[in-house]
């Protein structure tokens, strides 16, 4: 059901998130679970996830480990020259396999997550994030995005023209201005807020979600 929420920047985000990580909340244990739980509503064959560095790219795997221990098949193509190690592990001990750019067939998916970029990257996707975008836009695959579509500026909503448009964008904790501002509600598709108990204050706005979910 569509419900008024509160808008925040990421550095709001980041700043109530930081004592719950430092206390030891699993935040990105728990932000993976709602995910999958999205991910298995839409029942994919075979689904490809593009996992970058930071957070987004450890939330992906660890979801990405429950649908391929629901018998998802389950493709990794790491966008950065790191990733978040125990949640790849995690994917692979499930069944994921890790594939490079060069095995990408845009065409074999019915899904794709995109957890490339956070909301603390700032600015165009580049490297094997590009290419892999920019070979899947003509596809026009069915995405969720990870917090926000990767190269949508989370305050702002300006958008580099390598963005995978959403058809879901799970994102966690509190709605980041960018997914309301600018070019966000075009790329943003149907939005699901997955509450933390995060401790927020000075909101800059408010804005109409599809849905809230507990975390």
Do not use: C, W
Not at 89 to 100: F, L, M, N, Q, Y
Not at 173 to 183: M, Y
Request: hydrophobic share 50%; charged share 25%; no cysteine.
């Amino acid at each position: 059901m569509p419900t008024i929420v509160p808008i925040y920047t990421a550095a709001q985000v980041r700043a109530a998130e930081a004592p719950l990580l430092a206390a030891g909340v699993p935040l990105m244990r728990r932000a993976a679970h709602a995910l999958a739980g999205v991910i298995a509503e839409h029942e994919p064959k075979r689904m490809l996830v593009l996992a970058g560095a930071g957070d987004n790219g450890g939330d992906a795997l660890f979801a990405a480990a429950e649908a391929a221990g629901r018998g998802i098949r389950v493709d990794v193509l790491q966008t950065a020259d790191r990733v978040h190690e125990e949640a790849l592990r995690t994917a692979t001990d499930a069944g994921a396999r890790v594939i490079s750019i060069d095995d990408l067939d845009a065409t074999a998916y019915d899904m794709v997550i995109d957890g490339i970029l956070g909301i603390g990257a700032r600015g165009a996707l580049r490297g094997t994030a590009r290419v892999a975008v920019s070979a899947l836009l003509p596809a026009r695959p069915r995405v969720i995005a990870v917090d926000l579509p990767s190269g949508l500026d989370p305050d702002t909503g300006e958008a580099d023209e390598a963005v995978l448009p959403a058809t879901t964008t799970v994102t966690f904790g509190a709605v980041k201005a960018g997914l309301i501002r600018g070019e966000g509600p075009a790329l943003s598709g149907r939005i699901i807020l997955v509450d933390l108990g995060l401790d927020l204050a000075d909101r800059v706005g408010e804005a109409k979600v599809d849905e809230v979910r507990p975390g």
